[in-house]
Every structure is written in structure tokens, then in C-alpha cells.
């Protein structure tokens, strides 16, 4: 029955859809038509009527409604977060802003519908731009009627959990919490055999367990059931494949549980290649919106910072060159995001064959791990001690920043000597994008050991966030400038 309605929603959504990417079109024509040349009276040129634009409509609509349903977004949001529909929306704008500007300029539409003339760019990007608005206002609409809708229960879809251990009790218990999901748990099935009443086992009050795993098909036969959540051991999957292929024929949505390796913090999706599902873990952050935002503040920081710094860095160009011999500029192989090599950049503070001289310190280095800091090191030139207390030996790092090889905030990039001597469990501070500062830097940098360096990089990415970006960036200001715990 849920299918059968189903069908007609969405046919419905995308019926709103397109309706909703014809309004931008129209809206898009009178901001520019009309709103525009008052606002800009002397940039904005004259404009077609309304009936030249018109056979770009039909264009529009199979463009919009294509890659809508390219992108897969009539599939069941009913647990996806709003931002990761939103994104979606903004990848299908942007898509189709790309095609309807290569058919209208690179294929030359202007030129067969207004002679020598061009459609207006303005109007182009006005109708993509809109269109993600009213789509995504749609979107959160829909959203939240939805939600009140199955709040008050309706729209609901039967649940069967085959499972009864903990990990399928906190499911339930979190299907329950979130009533605007829209799913009601019939009961628990034990996966093992019939349970008698000896064996049967303790659930809560709130739950009834309605039998065992051969169970499940009379289960299904005597009531509505919609979804088969299966919460069971990877070792119990194997022998389920003729019930899942039972529960296939009639038509019964099946969900598995997948908590493959319970001791492990990864987060778990799936993916599709080729048609082929992949089940993916990730112990980093893959939130598209969060990581795009953060490599744009990056690129804009780092090109205002470079802009804006650019007579400090002459500055200390020429006091490096004017008190001795060698390069203004030190270059060193680091290892950036999952190992990949990049050259670093920063302000020359040692003597001439510095590295050349390491091995003859070794003995003085004062952290533990395969890191070499020292404190009073005799390698490093007068003006490099001022340089590196305020950090300014850093500064043409932002190149690299705005390169890509580094961000504003990430665990900072180490040297391949020293990666190869990392225990395993260390190398997963490699698997975020090195950064300029991070919580080792507002931490007292030299003056914690190297486990603690390691413990707050992975906090860092287990907790990462653009707020907490924002958080450190704005914490490393007075940490610089006070000099503490710098060598």
C-alpha cells in the first residue's frame, strides 16, 4: 500500500519540481528585465522580450528534470540529513547551469534564436541560482510537513527486527526517539531458532518478540510488514540468503545492521561503482558542504593573508639575505594528506648544511618519538630565532595553502623520515590535509611530548568541524604572538 501511494508523491514532487525550476526561469527574466537596470542603470544593457527567451523553456525543464533524477532525489530521505539533500540540489543546479550554458554558447542557440546576438549571462546564472533556492525551500517544506505527518502517525512504515541483543535494542530504541522517521517496530524476532518460553529472551516491556528466525515468513504472512531490519553477527549472514531471497520475491524491503567491526570508530556508507555496492569506512570527515567551505575559506585567507603580508615578507627576504649566505627560502619534502609528497615552503632560519649537522644533535633532542626538537639548537641564525618565536618563518607556507597542498587547520606536515619510524595507529594523523595550525599549536607546542602531539591531531579529526577550524584559527593569533613554547 505504501508503494502504491508512494508512486504518485513522487510523480507529484517532480512535478513541483519542474514547475518550481520554470518559476526561476520567469523570475530570473524579470529581475533582469526589470529589477536590474534600476539597480544598475549605466552595467546593464537592454533586454529581449519575454517571447525570445521562451523556446529555452522546454531546454530548461529536460535539463533540470534529467540530472533531478540522475542525482537520485525522489529516493526515501527519510534519514538523510537536510544538508546532504541541499547539497545534492546544489550539484544539479551547478550540473545544469553547465550544460544549458555549453548549449546556449558553445552550441550556439543564441546565435540560431537571436541572429547575432547573445542570450544574457546575467539571466543564465539568475535562473540556475534561483532554481537552488526554490528547490531547496521546497525540499525543507516538504521536510518538515513530512515529519509532523509521521509524528502524528501517519505515514508510517512496519518494522521487523531480527535481532534481540544489544546493538538491535539500541536501534529500536533510537527508531523510537525519532518518531518523525516514520517507522513503527511490530516486534523482535530471535535469530536463532523458534524460541520456546524457557529460552526466550528478556526484552524490554515496551517490545514483544513474536518467535524466531524460521518464523519470519508467518510472521510476515499475518501481518502488514514493510522493512526486515536484520541486527545479527557477519557469521549469521550467510546462512539468511535463502529467507533474504524469500523476503526478495515478495517484495519485503530488507535492511541489514551492518556492525561488521564493533571495536572500531569508523563511520560506515554505502557507495556504488559500476553497479557494484561498496560498504565504505571512513574515520574522516566526508561531509561534502563542511569540506568545501573549508577549502574555500582557505583559498580566501590564504591569498588575503599573502596580499596583506606581502610587505612583512620583503621585509624579511632582505634581513635574511643581508646577515648571511644562502637562500631566503627553505624548501623541504613533506608528507600531506594520505602520505602524498609535496615540497613545503618556509623563511631559511639555519645556518647553511643545517640537516647536514643533525646527526652530530641527536643525543640533545628533547622529544621523545621520531620527531628532533631542541630548544637552544646552535644550527639556527639570530633573525631565525625571531622568526620562529612569532612564527613568521611560516608565513610562505600559505602558498601552500593556497596550492592545496596545506590548510589554514591540520595536523601539521611531517618529514618521510619521520613517518616511516610512525607506529601504525600514528599514521592516521596523515589521513586529514596538513595544516599551518592545530590544536598542538595552541597547546604549548614544543613544551608537550610527542604522544600527547599525536593524541590532540587525532582528536582533531575525530572531531573536526568548521566551527572548530574558526575555534583554533582565532586561538593561534595571541598563541603566536606570545611566543610560547616556540624553538
Known amino acids: ?37 534600476v539597480l544598475f542603470p549605466e552595467s546593464i544593457s537592454s533586454f529581449y522580450p519575454l517571447s525570445t527567451y521562451l523556446p529555452l523553456l ?21 534519514t538523510v540529513p537536510l544538508g546532504e539533500e541541499a547539497w545534492t540540489i546544489v550539484r544539479v543546479c551547478a550540473t545544469a547551469l553547465a550544460v544549458l550554458a555549453l548549449g546556449i554558447y558553445a552550441l550556439r542557440l543564441d546565435a540560431k534564436l537571436l541572429g547575432n546576438d547573445e542570450f544574457s549571462r546575467v539571466w543564465v546564472l539568475l535562473v540556475a541560482g534561483l532554481a537552488g533556492l526554490l528547490l531547496i525551500a521546497e525540499k525543507l517544506a ?40 516514520g517507522f513503527r ?9 523458534t524460541v520456546s518460553d524457557a529460552a526466550a529472551p528478556e526484552l524490554p516491556a515496551r517490545y514483544r518478540l513474536l518467535g524466531g528466525m524460521e518464523d519470519i515468513l508467518s510472521i510476515i504472512e499475518e501481518n502488514p510488514v514493510d522493512d526486515v531490519l536484520f541486527c545479527v553477527n557477519r557469521r549469521d549472514i550467510d546462512r539468511m540468503e535463502d529467507l533474504f531471497l524469500a523476503l526478495h520475491e515478495q517484495g519485503i524491503r530488507t535492511r541489514f545492521a551492518l556492525n561488521l567491526f564493533p571495536h572500531t570508530k569508523a563511520r560506515t556508507h554505502f557507495e556504488e561503482l559500476d553497479g557494484v555496492p561498496l560498504l565504505t569506512f571512513s574515520t574522516t570527515p566526508e561531509r561534502p558542504i563542511p569540506l568545501a567551505f573549508k577549502r574555500l575559506l582557505d583559498i580566501a585567507m590564504s591569498a588575503v593573508l599573502l596580499v596583506v603580508a606581502l610587505p612583512v615578507v620583503v621585509g624579511i627576504a632582505l634581513g635574511i639575505k643581508l646577515t648571511g649566505r644562502g637562500a ?15 615540497t613545503l615552503y618556509k623563511f631559511r632560519t639555519m645556518i647553511n648544511d643545517a640537516e647536514a649537522k643533525q646527526h ?13 626538537k631542541l630548544r637552544d639548537d ?7 630565532r625571531f622568526l620562529r618565536r612569532f612564527s613568521l618563518d611560516e608565513l610562505p ?83 603566536v604572538l606570545s611566543g610560547r613554547g616556540a624553538s
Open 378 to 384: 646552535p644550527r639556527v641564525t639570530w633573525i631565525g
Open 360 to 372: 652530530e644533535l641527536m643525543h640533545l633532542n628533547e622529544m621523545n618519538g621520531p620527531v628532533f
Open 1 to 37: 500500500m505504501l508503494k502504491e501511494q508512494s508512486r504518485p508523491l513522487v510523480i507529484g514532487i517532480f512535478a513541483l519540481d519542474l514547475a518550481l525550476v520554470a518559476a526561476a526561469f520567469f523570475l530570473a527574466f524579470w529581475i533582469r528585465a526589470h529589477w536590474l537596470p
Open 397 to 479: 607556507q600559505l602558498w601552500n595553502v593556497l596550492r592545496g597542498d596545506m590548510s589554514l587547520v591540520g595536523p601539521r606536515p611531517p618529514i618521510p623520515d619521520e613517518v616511516a619510524r610512525y607506529q601504525r595507529w600514528q599514521r592516521r594523523r596523515l589521513s586529514m590535509k596538513p595544516g599551518l595550525t592545530c590544536l598542538w599549536q595552541i597547546s604549548g607546542r614544543n613544551q608537550i611530548d610527542f604522544d600527547r602531539w599525536i593524541e590532540l591531531d587525532l582528536q582533531y579529526i575525530d572531531s573536526w568541524s568548521p566551527w572548530l577550524d574558526m575555534k583554533i584559527l582565532l586561538k593561534t593569533v595571541p598563541a
Open 185 to 193: 517496530i511490530l516486534g523482535f524476532v530471535a535469530h536463532t531458532d
Open 58 to 78: 522546454p531546454y530548461v525543464l529536460l535539463i533540470w528534470g534529467s540530472l533531478l533524477l540522475a542525482y537520485g532525489c525522489y529516493r526515501s530521505h527519510r
Open 142 to 181: 516538504i521536510r518538515t510537513l513530512s515529519r509532523y505527518v509521521r509524528w502524528r502517525g501517519y505515514n508510517y512504515r512496519t518494522v521487523l527486527i531480527c535481532g534481540t541483543h544489544e546493538g538491535a535494542l539500541a536501534l529500536a530504541d533510537s527508531i523510537l526517539d525519532h518518531r518523525y522517521w
Open 328 to 342: 631566503v627560502l627553505y624548501r623541504q619534502t613533506r608528507c600531506g594528506l594520505n602520505g602524498r609528497k609535496f
